[in-house]
Each structure stands twice: as structure tokens, then as C-alpha cells.
């Protein structure tokens, strides 16, 4: 009779470990999903900027524009909600939409 082995214990990896596994993880699929390893290294540099700069203009995109549009999205809301008689008020803006 034979038993299958069981497998090795894994030890357990300290959050550094396991953040740098899953930055190699995420470079490998990147590299996997649009080829830069195929590349000669000044089309490795084209690609890699403009990666580079699209990511950085959505992070600036939604760090500029995602508050104010949450913001003014709750204020839509609670007006859908409440009414346009209500005193209730959201924000800082409020004031801004009772000037009348």
C-alpha cells in the first residue's frame, strides 16, 4: 500500500515578502500581457513611458477631480431625497446653493 507524501509545510512570509511576491506577480503579467520581454530595450523605454505617464495622469485624474464629484454627487442626492425646500445640508457648499 502506498501513501501519497504530503506536501511541505510552507513557511510563513513576512508582509515584505509577500508585497515584493505580489509586485513580481504584477510585473510578470505586465510583461506577459504586452510583451516588453520581446523588445529591444528602446522600445522596452517607449512602452515603459507611456505606462508610466498614463497611469500617472489617471492617479492625478482621480486625486484632482474623484472628491469633488463625490461630493457634489451627495449634495445631488440628498436634494433628490429631500427636496429643494429641505434645510438639510451636506457640505461646505451648501451655502453656495442657497444664495438666491
Known amino acids: 500500500m502506498s501513501f501519497a507524501a504530503s ?3 510552507r513557511r510563513r512570509q513576512s ?3 509577500t508585497l515584493m511576491g505580489k509586485i513580481e506577480l504584477a510585473y510578470y503579467r505586465y510583461e506577459v500581457t504586452f510583451s516588453p ?3 529591444t530595450p528602446g522600445e522596452k523605454l517607449a512602452l515603459n513611458t507611456i505606462v508610466v505617464v498614463l497611469l500617472s ?3 492625478i ?3 484632482a477631480y474623484l ?3 463625490v461630493v457634489r454627487t451627495a449634495i445631488k ?3 433628490y431625497y429631500a427636496g429643494a425646500n429641505d434645510k438639510l445640508s451636506v457640505s461646505s457648499t451648501a ?3 442657497h444664495e438666491n
Open 7 to 9: 506536501p511541505p509545510m
Open 15 to 17: 508582509p515584505f515578502s
Open 37 to 39: 520581454y520581446v523588445m
Open 57 to 59: 495622469l489617471l492617479i
Open 61 to 63: 485624474g482621480m486625486v
Open 67 to 69: 472628491p469633488k464629484l
Open 77 to 79: 442626492l440628498v436634494y
Open 95 to 97: 451655502p453656495i446653493l
